[in-house]
């Protein structure tokens, strides 16, 4: 199939993109919009009101709602992006996206170009708290703006701190395990739409599918927790791709006005890499969960390098090694190359999961690797690469 090019195939398909239920065309592009209405089973497993710290102090009352009760976060439409001419198509590539990430759009043309040439489903998959699983008050300029500035006052020398992370920044400071709860809420919403989709109750998609996974940043830790994880052999034959992802998470520095402010990342740092046995004496559920449950050991092991948790992660990286390819960029300063080859590849450089390493010429950062600001040739040519790599998985 002739390949759009980047901008193009994001103009056109921001066009298209709407969050109501139903069928959407994009007729011009051969895609198909499917959006279905997903509730979420696993909001159980948050943090209850007594389980948060009294910190942070100053939360407004739309950032204090119990985690539980936030009703977007529970029922929410899970757009797929699919070729019209597959009918029930028999590949999904489920897309996980990055940190405090709140719009699709920079998604479309990756989930586009998927859709195109595999001739597949592609479902955009919100993170808990995430895109449409998040308040619309989280992203309200004035409130916003006005919670940010406080927040400066309340922490001085706060480094990037901005009305885009104010909100994520003072939850996650104010609880920082729920990192690990709403990562394990999205983690079971997933098991639990493959399950759907097995049973034959997602529109557009074969029940038998094979079941891929696109990570991108923090969702490519995600999307390696599914596979690694498996109990019950719903990922045993799934492709994962991985961009911009890989690293344990106190290996990430995901300090940035796009993503968290310095308190923020600081209070997860101390938590995780400092206090976390502490932690986990006061804590019986977490303890449980990161002692008693392969899932929860899985989840410690992504956490941090060293402590018990490396011989399991390198075990089950080694067994999935040749379903998984890894795209990193070398000006990536959040996952850095270096940190996601020495997680995936680990500390003897001999798990062989395939790493490419790339540079493109022109400014990029992280959070926006095909910035549409740039040369339009060069940025076109750059997906183009990416996609390429990524895409062999998967076929």
């Known amino acids: 199939m002739t390949k759009i090019p980047y901008h193009t195939l994001r103009k056109e398909l921001s066009s298209c993109f709407q969050l109501e239920e139903g069928v959407h065309e994009c007729s011009g592009l051969g895609l198909n919009f499917i959006n279905l209405p997903f509730q979420s089973l696993a909001f159980h497993v948050l943090?209850?009101?007594?389980?948060?710290?009294?910190?942070?102090?100053?939360?407004?009352?739309?950032?204090?709602?119990?985690?539980?009760?936030?009703?977007?976060?529970?029922?929410?439409?899970?757009?797929?992006?699919?070729?019209?001419?597959?009918?029930?198509?028999?590949?999904?590539?489920?897309?996980?996206?990055?940190?405090?990430?709140?719009?699709?759009?920079?998604?479309?043309?990756?989930a586009?170009?998927?859709?195109?040439?595999?001739?597949?489903?592609?479902?955009?998959?919100?993170?808990?708290?995430?895109?449409?699983?998040?308040?619309?008050?989280?992203?309200?300029p004035r409130a916003m703006i006005k919670l940010a500035r406080r927040r400066g006052e309340q922490y001085p020398g706060l480094v990037d701190g901005s009305f885009g992370n104010v909100a994520i920044s003072t939850r996650l400071a104010e609880e920082p395990k729920r990192v690990v709860w709403s990562g394990l809420q999205t983690y079971l919403d997933i098991v639990s739409y493959v399950d759907q989709l097995r049973s034959g109750v997602v529109s557009g998609v074969s029940p038998t599918a094979r079941v891929d996974i696109l990570g991108y940043s923090v969702g490519a830790s995600l999307g390696l927790l599914l596979a690694?994880?498996?109990?019950?052999?719903?990922?045993?034959?799934?492709?994962?791709?991985?961009?911009?992802?890989?690293?344990?998470?106190?290996?990430?520095?995901?300090?940035?006005?796009?993503?968290?402010?310095?308190?923020?990342?600081?209070?997860?740092?101390?938590?995780?890499?400092?206090?976390?046995?502490e932690e986990l004496d006061r804590d019986n559920r977490?303890?449980?969960?990161?002692?008693?449950?392969?899932?929860?050991?899985?989840?410690?092991?992504?956490?941090?390098?060293?402590?018990?948790?490396?011989?399991?992660?390198?075990?089950?990286?080694?067994?999935?090694?040749?379903?998984?390819?890894?795209?990193?960029?070398?000006?990536?300063?959040?996952?850095?190359?270096y940190d996601a080859i020495h997680t995936?590849?680990?500390?003897?450089?001999?798990?062989?999961?395939?790493?490419?390493?790339?540079?493109?010429?022109?400014?990029?950062i992280h959070e926006e690797p095909f910035p549409v600001h740039e040369d339009t040739g060069k940025v076109d040519k750059a997906f183009d690469k990416v996609f390429e790599q990524l895409t062999r998985i998967y076929q």
Not at 50 to 61: I, V
Not at 318 to 335: G, H, N, P, T, Y
Request: aromatic share 10%; charged share 25%; with cysteine.
């Open 344 to 364: 995936l590849k680990g500390s003897k450089g001999d798990i062989p999961i395939p790493v490419e390493v790339l540079d493109f010429p022109y400014s990029y």
């Open 228 to 277: 690694m994880i498996d109990e019950e052999g719903r990922f045993s034959d799934s492709r994962l791709g991985l961009f911009c992802g890989g690293p344990v998470v106190n290996h990430l520095y995901p300090v940035s006005k796009y993503m968290l402010d310095s308190h923020a990342a600081g209070a997860m740092g101390d938590l995780y890499t400092e206090y976390l046995d």
């Open 112 to 140: 586009g170009r998927l859709a195109r040439q595999l001739n597949a489903a592609v479902v955009l998959f919100p993170l808990a708290f995430h895109m449409n699983r998040s308040p619309e008050a989280w992203i309200q």
């Open 286 to 337: 977490l303890r449980d969960f990161f002692m008693r449950t392969r899932t929860g050991r899985t989840f410690r092991s992504m956490i941090t390098y060293y402590q018990d948790g490396l011989g399991l992660r390198e075990r089950l990286l080694r067994e999935i090694a040749d379903r998984v390819q890894a795209v990193v960029l070398k000006k990536d300063r959040v996952a850095r190359a």
């Open 47 to 110: 943090p209850q009101s007594d389980e948060l710290q009294a910190g942070e102090n100053s939360l407004d009352d739309f950032l204090s709602t119990p985690d539980t009760q936030i009703s977007e976060n529970r029922e929410f439409v899970l757009p797929h992006v699919q070729s019209a001419s597959c009918g029930e198509c028999e590949q999904v590539v489920i897309l996980l996206h990055g940190l405090n990430e709140r719009r699709w759009d920079k998604y479309l043309p990756w």
